[in-house]
C-alpha cells in the first residue's frame, strides 16, 4: 500500500520516515516531492560492467547545467531520505519527463533501512537545462508484508551511500574486464 501525504507527514512526525531537509509544502496526495541535489557526474568514455566507470564531477551552477543527448549522468537528490519501516519507490515526474529528461528507470527501489541520498541515473532526449533544488521527481513509501530486514544490516555494496556512487557491479565479476 501507499502511504497518503498526510500518512507521510504523520510517518515522519513520528520519526518512522526521515527526510531532510524536510518541507511540508512538498507532500502532494500520495508522493513527497524531492529535488535535484548540486552535483553531477558525467560518465566518461565507454561504461565496462567488469571496471569501475571514470567520470567527470561537477558542481551544477545557479545559473543551471545543459545535459546533452547522448550522455550518462549520475546525480544525487538533494535530501536524506529514509525509513526502517517503510520501502521507497523514486521516480521522475511528468515535469521531467515532458523536458525529455529520463531520471531513475533503472532503479527506484530502496529498500528498508536504507537512508541515502539516492544516486540518480539522468539521460536527456534533447539540451534540457536543469537547476540545483528544482524538484525532479516524487518519493512515495509502501508498507511492506513480512518480517523487515533492514537494507543497513545486509552485506550489500551500496548501504553506506553517502551520495553519488558509480556502478560497482565490477565487484561481481572476478575475471574484471576480458
Same mark, same amino acid.
Given at each position: 500500500m501507499i502511504l497518503t501525504g498526510s500518512a507521510i507527514a504523520a510517518a515522519v512526525s513520528a520519526g518512522e520516515i526521515a527526510i531532510a531537509p524536510y518541507d511540508p509544502a512538498r507532500l502532494s496526495p500520495n508522493a513527497y516531492d #524531492?529535488?535535484?541535489?548540486?552535483?553531477?557526474? @558525467?560518465c566518461d568514455g565507454d561504461l565496462d560492467a567488469a571496471a569501475p566507470t571514470t567520470f567527470t564531477e561537477l558542481v551544477i551552477p545557479a545559473s543551471g547545467l545543459v545535459? =546533452?543527448?547522448?550522455?550518462?549522468?549520475? !546525480?544525487?537528490?538533494?535530501?536524506?531520505? !529514509?525509513?526502517?519501516? +517503510?520501502?521507497?519507490?523514486?521516480?521522475?515526474?511528468?515535469? @521531467?519527463?515532458?523536458?525529455?529528461? #529520463?531520471?531513475?528507470?533503472?532503479?527506484?527501489? !530502496?529498500?528498508?533501512?536504507?537512508? @541515502?541520498?539516492w544516486t540518480l541515473e539522468i539521460r536527456a532526449a534533447k539540451p534540457a537545462r536543469v537547476y540545483p533544488g528544482m524538484t525532479f521527481g516524487k518519493l512515495v513509501f509502501l508498507t511492506?508484508?513480512?518480517?523487515?530486514?533492514?537494507?543497513? =544490516?545486509?552485506?550489500?555494496? +551500496?548501504?553506506a551511500t553517502h551520495g553519488i556512487d558509480i556502478s560497482r557491479l565490477y565487484e561481481e565479476i572476478p575475471q574484471g574486464a576480458l
Open positions: #524531492w529535488r535535484l541535489g548540486d552535483t553531477i557526474r @558525467i545535459l =546533452q543527448p547522448g550522455v550518462l549522468y549520475l !546525480g544525487v537528490t538533494l535530501e536524506k531520505t !529514509g525509513s526502517e519501516t +517503510y520501502a521507497q519507490l523514486l521516480n521522475g515526474n511528468r515535469t @521531467i519527463g515532458a523536458l525529455g529528461i #529520463w531520471v531513475h528507470v533503472s532503479a527506484p527501489l !530502496g529498500h528498508q533501512g536504507h537512508a @541515502i541520498r511492506t508484508l513480512g518480517t523487515p530486514a533492514s537494507y543497513q =544490516q545486509q552485506r550489500a555494496k +551500496y548501504a
